[in-house]
């Protein structure tokens, strides 16, 4: 049984099949029977909730509140913004009908023809159009501005290749919504989450990431500007994580949101909107986990420390028991979420293999000879590294490895990344060296054209202008024209 | 400004108006323009996740675990427990197509006719028919049981007519789903949830219930035993505000799911499901709050304590917010959310009404003669009681009154529950009785027939065989047969 928890398809055979197998085999995911919609397991749910609550704490410390909106749209909402409704309208789920009933020989239900719709709803797969509809009965003033709203909900976009936690049909997210009364106010908010967002993924997630802002071809569909993180996976690929848009007034204007500013003259709100969603799983899973199964950071992992007896008999369970309990206590205490799995039906080599797969950050192991020398097996689970160490002291030992191993999964991750950085300039070289993953710093002349032709023949895109690299111009390598930045071109999920 | 706060309908004049007039003056939703579906705003969410919090907890402390299934169910899985669809087809929103296309003319989409989808799928109205298609996966030995999972989720009954939380078609809940080895261990499940229920509504709501089962007619689809708690309104009409079911072997029978048990034979699964959902907002608000507006529980109050300053001038408002300050600080210390509202824009009496309105449980206020005087001014919402007191050990003051409200609306509920709670013996006396409201214990001889005449003479249900009443054998009020037990009959939401 260990050795089929650890039957896990290796990294460099496979990547891919690496990321599939893990997802199942550490329980956090499954396919579900209907089409491109998944099942998060408790195990997958329980990280995903640990990431919720400490970004909704984030947000709220940014001064935003949760609401709920509907699920359902109607058609004619969804489609007066004409880019929004061009982007959204080829992969949304349509309700027609609000009635099932009985076939004739009464052994099956259909859809009742008597109980069409007026007018079709679709299934939401953002919801700018809902929410700026109803921020027009919120609005009048300048007083009744900012409103800084967020919503935690599902959302569905009928995509034809799907991959848990990366791509499906319906999805976890949040979607933040705000309202300004002036252009300045709205482009700082965009950023503002965006540093949010930046922020959480390395601090919590340990995972590095790039910030920038899209080009005009890779935007949100209604923004004006879309803001991004990327993070870089173990492949070389980009993975975006996080985007905050700047709309403009492109919604305002389509709902009629207006407000009477100061000087009593009506004036077109300016918006925001900004989401993460699941897909932060797939980057957590992919930036860290290696070939023994997860690697999760101790902030965002479910169990952060398990305890595993190695007894030989009841009596000799019960005494490493009664030694362990205090330290079990006082990590308890500290706040750190101990499992303590003393189940006698399975064997500690199996236990073994299922937190390493699991991901849990640190593993303690007592046996007899342990209990007569005092000492205690500790293991992290970044490194593997075991030791055998004095039982005295092992709390503050596991607290400071905790905090050692958050660090220490960004660092490498972010090594990692470091490394597989590159300028370049020579558009033949760019052909070959993209294939084998990495973010490709090049020149840009700016236009669609260079953007699709380089997308065409490379699979790569441009994933943003970065914010943090000192710019000088330069020559596009495509077109050979001028270019005014460099931008980061890579493969991406 | 204030007199249009406070504009609200009396409840003696119009209950039903008053109700729909709080939710919408209190800022908790407002009907959107999808049919059935609300919005919930801001403060009205912010009790939600109030709710949510705690009730996840207790969830948690019995050992349950939170996951995610899809939001669509394809129909024949809809349709395999026989009384399950009968229970739900006749309010279930149906998605036939998967994509929109421009109109010819281009300025408008419609549905691609081209993406029909094979074959149709439900919104979810309940989630046991997609959660037990899985549960099949993931059993196969007794070692897999129990299995107790969560879910907090959206579902969709296309219900004809609607209120704001009592009755929508889109809602939030939860939805328990456990499955068990035994027959026992199941029906103790389905009992132990509904304590959790009971107890939250009374320690955490403020709001009485009676426990008990309900009678066939009344119970879940495709259940063999509902269990519920029923809350008494201010108008004596019964909310179900929570249920737990015991479901049998039905659903492991319809999809399939046996286990091995320690002989090694196979067995059907036994399952329970439980749920509660946003119409609990609905009995919170209809329970405690009066004509002025919003009364709320302290242990649910997004706002615990609301702080407003009365000064004249900006000197005068630096001196009372110094002499605040350290009241905020060690109030917010102990765990209590504080507003200080020192918005200069809004005039103290505008305050004032709107945080009546919006139930804030404890309103302190200072004034230029308080600062000289060394004293606070204190309100409680719950008996609108308001005090000059010394400023010296306000801290205190206000922790003791907040527990003191909690204990307050409680008893205050139920003082008024089991005033209108009547044991009565004769039809045509019950006939006059229920049309004023009120809980009826009367004998009833156990067959539908009895149930449905009661109900079309009346409007008025069995809500439930309660538990904690001592039961004497008797005589139906309607059919005059024997009758075991005395049942709770109401009218309800």
């Known amino acids: 049984m260990a050795k089929e928890l ?24 499954e396919l579900s029977p209907v089409r491109g919609c998944m099942i998060i397991k408790p195990y997958g749910y329980a990280i995903w909730e640990k990431m919720q609550q400490q970004l909704d704490k984030m947000f709220k410390q940014t001064g935003v509140q949760n609401a709920y909106f509907p699920l359902l749209i109607p058609k004619s ?3 007066r913004e004409a880019e929004h409704v061009a982007g959204f309208a080829k992969e949304c789920a ?3 009908h609000y009635r099932l009933r009985s076939t004739e ?7 009742d023809p008597n109980a069409k719709l007026d007018e079709e709803l679709i299934i939401r797969p953002t919801s700018e159009t809902i929410i700026w509809n109803t921020y027009k009965n919120w609005i009048h003033s300048w007083r009744d501005l900012p409103i800084l709203c967020n919503q935690w ?39 503002e989450m965006l540093k949010v967002y930046a922020d959480f993924a390395e601090n919590y997630m340990g995972v590095p990431v790039l910030q920038g802002v899209k080009s005009e071809t890779e935007r949100f569909a209604g923004a004006l500007n879309t803001y991004t993180i990327e993070a870089m996976m173990q492949d070389g690929k980009a993975l975006q994580s996080g985007t905050s848009h700047f709309l403009g007034q492109n919604f305002a204007k389509s709902f009629d949101v207006t407000y009477l500013n100061k000087e009593n003259k009506p004036e077109y709100v300016w918006a925001t909107s900004w989401g993460v969603s699941t897909r932060l799983m797939g980057a957590l899973i992919m930036v860290h986990s290696d070939d023994n199964g997860l690697v999760l950071p101790p902030k965002l992992a479910p169990i952060q420390v398990v305890i595993i007896p190695i007894n030989k008999g009841e009596e000799q369970l019960a005494q490493i028991t009664a030694k362990l309990q205090p330290v079990i206590d006082q990590l308890r205490e500290l706040g750190i979420s101990v499992k303590y799995d003393d189940n006698t039906a399975k064997r500690p080599g199996f236990k073994f293999a299922d937190y390493e797969l699991k991901g849990v950050p640190v593993r303690l ?5 342990d209990l007569e020398n005092n000492t205690i097996e500790i293991m992290r689970r970044d490194t593997l590294e075991k030791e055998n160490v004095s039982f005295d002291g092992i709390v503050e030992r596991v607290k400071d490895m905790l905090e050692d191993i958050q660090k220490n999964i960004f660092e490498k991750a972010r090594a990692y990344r470091d490394a597989h950085v590159y ?3 020579n558009y033949e070289e760019f052909k070959e060296r993209v294939k084998k993953g990495g973010f490709f710093l090049c020149h840009w002349d700016g236009t669609a054209e260079t953007e699709a032709k380089i997308k065409e023949e490379t699979q790569a895109t441009i994933r943003c202008v970065p914010f943090a690299y000192e710019q000088t111009p330069g020559v596009d390598m495509v077109s050979g024209k001028p270019a005014v930045a460099r931008v980061i071109i890579a493969r991406s999920y």
Request: charged content about 30%; glycine content about 4%.
């Open 153 to 191: 909900c599902n959302v569905m976009r009928w995509e034809m290749r799907t991959r848990p936690f990366l791509r499906t049909s319906e999805f976890l997210w949040q979607e933040g919504h705000t309202a300004h009364a002036t252009k300045e106010e709205a482009e700082a908010k965009a950023q």
């Open 94 to 96: 349509v309700v027609t």
């Open 105 to 111: 020989d009464g052994t099956e239900v259909e859809v």
């Open 6 to 29: 650890k039957n896990l398809t290796k990294r460099a055979d496979n990547y891919s099949q690496w990321y599939n197998d893990l997802v199942v085999k550490a329980d956090l995911a």
């Open 365 to 369: 192991a007592m046996g007899g000879r």
């Open 423 to 425: 300028e370049c300039d």
């Open 77 to 79: 909402f969804f489609s």
